[in-house]
């Protein structure tokens, strides 16, 4: 049975406790509560979106740190209480959690997610909403993209809109496979969807069969000729970077479709892609920006 080890921490202490209680102690996961949550002295932390919060933790941290049993958590609150660098540290709990009260609780943060009045991002263990007539079926997992960030939700969005047979498609920065699976979905009938990081190939991979949809997923390097329409979401640097090679895989009448780009990032990127195409806003939502560009006919 899982054990959960809840610890105090003062401020200066909080990173150097969750990183020895996640890189040194065995511990499944880590994570960091305002101590004070609910009281007059509760303390609101925000960040750019996207990015770290702007301090690392509140003045008081609760630390609730979860292991594969007992004897782990235990040896955890013996080892951390015992050095000399964690005066201040105190232990709160150390109690047992039921696995299924885990998968529950993981479980019911990821309802479906509504991209459209007919079309919905479904973890496995929810049945999908009456009106959904699209459906990807993605539980949340090591890659990237569950539906659930307002990058993705803008892509997928834009892609509910502009369905249409496209000959072929590619995803640059696929993840999860999310956006290439809903080009399938939505008419496209050939999808290249390719990662730098191999674990998204193989999630890309997993959620297509899943799905019932044909990929042809792989690396960078598997992306080649001209496509109607291409996806990123990615972030604003490497966008940059890529942007001749991003434009040139953009067919003539074709499409060109950006996200990971905040607001006030939008003049850079139209600089980057100005010598190639002509980027404009069409799409916004918490901070974060949708770019599309189309190549004359
Ligand atoms: C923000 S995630 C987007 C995932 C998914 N397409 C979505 O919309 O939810 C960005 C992905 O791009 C990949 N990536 C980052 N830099 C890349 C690059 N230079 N070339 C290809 N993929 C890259 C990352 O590994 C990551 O999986």
Same mark, same amino acid.
């Given at each position: 049975?899982?054990?959960?080890?809840?610890?105090?921490?003062?401020?200066?202490?909080?990173?150097?406790?969750?990183?020895?209680?996640?890189?040194?102690?065995?511990?499944?996961?880590?994570?960091?509560?305002?101590?004070?949550?609910?009281?007059?002295?509760?303390?609101?932390?925000?960040?750019?979106?996207?990015?770290?919060?702007?301090?690392?933790?509140?003045?008081?941290?609760?630390?609730?740190?979860?292991?594969?049993?007992?004897?782990?958590?235990?040896?955890?609150?013996?080892?951390?209480?015992?050095?000399?660098?964690?005066?201040?540290?105190?232990?709160?709990?150390?109690?047992?959690?039921?696995?299924?009260?885990?998968?529950?609780?993981?479980?019911?943060?990821?309802?479906?997610?509504?991209?459209?009045?007919?079309?919905?991002?479904?973890?496995?263990?929810?049945?999908?909403?009456?009106?959904?007539?699209?459906?990807?079926?993605?539980?949340?997992?090591?890659?990237?993209?569950?539906?659930?960030?307002?990058?993705?939700?803008?892509?997928?969005?834009?892609?509910?809109?502009?369905?249409?047979?496209?000959?072929?498609?590619?995803?640059?920065?696929?993840?999860?496979?999310?956006?290439?699976?809903?080009?399938?979905?939505?008419?496209?009938?050939?999808?290249?969807?390719?990662?730098?990081?191999?674990?998204?190939?193989?999630?890309?991979?997993?959620?297509?069969?899943?799905?019932?949809?044909?990929?042809?997923?792989?690396?960078?390097?598997?992306?080649?000729?001209?496509?109607? +329409? /291409? $996806? %990123?979401? =990615? @972030?604003?640097?490497?966008?940059?970077? #890529?942007?001749?090679?991003? *434009?040139? &895989?953009?067919?003539?009448?074709?499409? +060109? /479709? $950006? %996200?990971? =780009? @905040?607001?006030?990032?939008?003049?850079? #990127?139209?600089?980057?892609? *100005?010598? &190639?195409?002509?980027?404009?806003?069409?799409?916004?939502?918490?901070?974060?920006?949708?770019?599309?560009?189309?190549?004359?006919?």
């Amino acid at each position: 049975m899982m054990y959960e080890l809840v610890l105090r921490a003062p401020e200066a202490l909080v990173e150097a406790v969750s990183d020895a209680l996640s890189d040194d102690l065995d511990a499944l996961s880590v994570s960091v509560e305002d101590a004070d949550a609910g009281t007059e002295a509760e303390q609101a932390l925000f960040g750019e979106p996207g990015m770290p919060a702007p301090r690392p933790g509140w003045d008081r941290s609760t630390l609730r740190a979860l292991f594969e049993d007992e004897a782990a958590a235990e040896r955890a609150a013996t080892l951390l209480l015992a050095q000399d660098w964690t005066e201040g540290l105190s232990l709160q709990a150390l109690e047992p959690v039921a696995e299924q009260d885990w998968v529950r609780i993981t479980q019911s943060q990821f309802g479906p997610v509504e991209i459209t009045p007919s079309f919905w991002i479904v973890p496995s263990w929810h049945e999908p909403p009456a009106a959904a007539e699209r459906v990807i079926r993605l539980d949340p997992g090591l890659a990237f993209g569950t539906g659930t960030h307002p990058t993705t939700r803008m892509c997928l969005r834009w892609i509910a809109a502009h369905a249409r047979s496209w000959s072929r498609v590619l995803d640059y920065g696929c993840g999860s496979g999310i956006l290439a699976i809903a080009a399938a979905l939505h008419g496209a009938a050939a999808v290249d969807a390719v990662d730098i990081d191999p674990a998204a190939v193989d999630s890309t991979r997993a959620n297509a069969t899943a799905n019932g949809v044909m990929l042809n997923a792989g690396l960078p390097d598997a992306a080649g000729g001209a496509y109607p +329409l /291409v $996806l %990123a979401n =990615i @972030l604003a640097t490497p966008l940059k970077l #890529l942007a001749p090679l991003l *434009a040139g &895989f953009v067919a003539p009448g074709g499409s +060109l /479709v $950006l %996200a990971g =780009i @905040l607001e006030r990032q939008a003049d850079e #990127l139209k600089a980057a892609y *100005a010598p &190639f195409l002509t980027l404009e806003v069409s799409d916004r939502e918490d901070g974060w920006i949708l770019m599309t560009a189309s190549r004359m006919a």
